[in-house]
């Protein structure tokens, strides 16, 4: 692929191989291949952590595998108690669009609150071809898009969760020259609710790139682990249904006896129960992940709200199958077209799922080798690379160009 003269900002609100966010490692993700290419940017803050947005890096100019980032102080804690206030006030049932103000009061409270990084995209922004933006959902998208609609890219990796309902949120799907969507569901539900689809947009969700040696008896034997388990990997918070899997998992244990655990991988974000088979290894390197991906018997992905859900197809790269939430339609449609996998919407379905696999080997075989194929055949990192390049071709041209 030939490398472009393009200059490209992409902003999002926290960037390290630290965070185990999925937009953030979308964004890292996407801004590390496309580096071989654009000169790529990122603009980002300088947290780590998303409770209260304290800074953790130092502000400046560094240098991370092929992009050049730009990290711009907090200047304001958030305060959750003030949050989770406006939170309860704006989502409660209830006629919210009488509380206008409260919105953006609410937006405020989110943040991150980084005016420096908002400042950099004013001035320089015609020192950049190209700002791509990732979710929606904080600050620095949604001021960052205003202040340069007709060069934005916005990757909103929205799904269907209270705060998309506000509605400062309208205008901010109509105003970017470009909407990268990572699914069918996800585009549906937003041309849905925004009535936007004259905003060019396409499809293009993200390449899946699985390590040539992954081991999973090297995970069980770095980690002490003989006896069969389960894995969740990603952030550990009530956000994703964490809660909601530890009360599924420690209930199939008492009911079932069976010799299971439940390992988790992944910053946590509220405690961890104190149960004899429930193992937290926390935050891994990525390759460590893989091969715990490969070790586990089902991968498990609770969460009702996913736009994507990298893990569940790295996961499924490895052919390992997963167990997900049949709530979300994303995670449903992953099953459905991998044949990868299967899905619950009870306790009830997700104990006999998860009897079902762990009984079956060759039915977890045959899952993981159609979930591997799925992933090889739609998720290369090569496709993706030239859909972006396309994109960002076409933004930097006007807009004028692109044919979807």
Same mark, same amino acid.
């Given at each position: 692929m030939a490398e472009i003269s393009l200059r490209v900002a992409f902003v999002v609100q926290r960037y390290s191989p630290e965070v185990a966010g999925g937009a953030e490692a979308l964004c890292r993700h996407v801004a590390e291949r496309?580096?071989?290419y654009v000169d790529a940017h990122v603009l980002t803050t300088c947290a780590l952590e998303y409770e209260r947005w304290a800074n953790h890096y130092s502000s400046g100019v560094t240098k991370l595998n092929q992009v050049t980032v730009h990290r711009f102080? +907090? *200047?304001?804690?958030?305060?959750r108690r003030t949050f989770n206030r406006l939170s309860e006030r704006l989502f409660s049932p209830g006629d919210r669009h009488d509380y206008p103000a409260g919105e953006l009061e609410w937006m405020l409270a989110?943040?991150?609150r980084a005016e420096t990084l908002l400042d950099h995209i004013s001035e320089c922004r015609d020192e950049y071809d190209v700002f791509? !933006? !990732?979710t929606y959902l904080y600050y620095t998208t949604f001021f960052g898009v205003q202040l340069v609609p007709e060069k934005s890219v916005l990757v909103p990796t929205a799904h269907d969760e209270p705060p998309i309902y506000l509605e400062i949120f309208r205008p901010l799907f109509h105003i970017p020259r470009f909407i990268v969507f990572l699914t069918d569901e996800e585009r549906d539900f937003v041309h849905r609710h925004f009535q936007n689809p004259h905003v060019p947009w396409a499809v293009v969700g993200t390449g899946i790139g699985t390590p040539r040696d992954v081991s999973g008896e090297r995970f069980r034997a770095r980690y002490g682990l003989s006896e069969p388990f389960i894995l969740y990997a990603g952030r550990i918070s009530p956000s994703k249904n964490c809660n909601g899997l530890f009360e599924f998992f420690k209930r199939y244990k008492e009911e079932t006896n069976a010799s299971l655990k439940l390992v988790l991988i992944g910053r946590a974000d509220m405690p961890i129960p104190e149960y004899a088979d429930i193992v937290y290894l926390g935050f891994v390197r990525e390759e460590d992940k893989f091969d715990g991906l490969q070790a586990a018997?089902? +991968?498990v992905m609770p969460s009702r709200f996913e736009s994507f859900s990298i893990v569940s197809l790295e996961a499924l790269s490895v052919g390992t199958p997963v167990l997900v939430n049949g709530e979300s339609l994303v995670l449903k449609e992953h099953c459905l077209r991998a044949n990868g996998g299967l899905y619950y919407h009870s306790y009830e379905e997700f104990s006999l799922a998860l009897t079902l696999l762990l009984e079956r080997e060759d039915l977890r075989r045959r899952?993981?080798?159609q979930g591997a194929a799925y +992933? *090889?055949?739609?998720y290369p990192w090569s496709t993706i690379e030239r859909r972006y390049l396309e994109i960002l071709e076409s933004v930097a041209n006007g807009g004028e160009d692109w044919v979807r």
């Open positions: 496309l580096g071989h102080p +907090v *200047s304001k804690e958030r305060n989110q943040g991150p791509v !933006f !990732f018997e089902v +991968v899952l993981g080798r +992933v *090889s055949q739609f």
